[in-house]
């Protein structure tokens, strides 16, 4: 089964750092064109027009949270198959259980390796797209 | 792809920049605390959001004493969450005593780097 390659990646942080980081970390492992929002709310607006293949969403940010983010686009059908991807410190396997309960396709613990983060979402991309095809 | 060496030193930009960031944000944090007594539950949320950043972007950039410095004053202020009547005279001189061990690994790794 040809893997079709992650194209567009949206992460969203309120940490302006973070988002700089992420952007950087994503280019190591290929030709991935990364869009970078600071809170829920914007990211709703971005994600109709940049249509991302991938949502990478930190957990704690003021405002609507990580969570309440990904239950908005759960709702609206139009952004219900994207699949998103949790940035998180608080990665106890019950909070990962939670948080993939809620309808993410992986958590990645915060701090993470800016070195191994696109390697990472690259394995959890694969892992989406078996899935898809099962 | 962009070669390894290059991503290191851009990183390392990034961490300089978070660095000055973090040292503005300390003073936002003193600012918070002074106005604790009108305004305690809404407060130590923004101290407890404000070092929760502080300790998780630290760590990425490898400042693990800045962020375990952050991390005490997120569990400080966490502390408090939920208590209907904080009680701010007990818990000032300890967040004042985190925030300044905070400003500490700061200044070290200020120093560092501009070496």
Redesign the interface.
Known sequence: MTIPALKRVLYID?????R??VE??L?????ITVTTSGSGAEALEIIPQFKPDLVLLDV?M?GLDGPATLARMRSDPALAHIPVIFMT?KALPQEVDRFMGLGAVGVIA???D??QLGTRVQQIWRAVIHHKAS | MQDDEATRRKLADIGARFLARTIGEIAMLEELLKQLPGNALAGMKQIEMIAHRIRGSGAVFGFQALSNAAESIEMLALQTAGQENIDVEKITPQLLQAIAALSAECAKIDGSLQH
């Open positions: 309120d940490e302006p750092d973070i700089e980081v950087l970390s280019g190591i492992v290929g030709d704690m003021p410190a915060k701090p993470f800016p070195m």
